[in-house]
């Protein structure tokens, strides 16, 4: 279609899913891990009220917080990369697949060492 940005129409969308998707994923994960942990706490014979007190005591409001960043950055990243990879592809169902696995790697190695450093500035601010 003529006078249509492609980038308005596809990636913006993508990228407006993923920003709010993946740090829900995450709250949704964190909580299923938290009543998992009770379970196995609970099995241990550890009282609901020592563990919710020891979320206070071990886990500090940078934790959450980091919970919440991390996801965000990694959601925008993903999209990019795989938005941008998709939309130079070429050649065909060949093509699409060498570019799918290229897009899975990239993210793959980029989010890896996007983690490392963001895990650094968040040491510093601790």
Do not use: W
């Amino acid at each position: 279609m003529e006078g249509t940005d492609i980038v308005q129409r596809l990636v913006t969308p993508r990228l407006k899913a993923m920003l709010l998707a993946m740090p829900l994923l995450a709250i949704m994960t964190d909580g299923v891990s938290l009543l998992g942990g009770y379970l196995i706490a609970a099995g241990y014979g550890i009282s609901p009220t020592m563990y919710l007190s020891s979320f206070t005591q071990f886990l500090f409001p940078i934790d959450y917080v980091e919970g919440l960043i991390k996801p965000f950055v990694f959601g925008g990243l993903i999209t990019m990369i795989a938005c941008h990879t998709g939309l130079n592809t070429g050649g065909g169902a060949e093509g699409v697949g060498a570019a799918a696995k290229r897009a899975v790697v990239v993210a793959s190695v980029t989010v890896l060492m996007v983690d490392f450093f963001l895990a650094k500035l968040i040491v510093v601010f601790r």
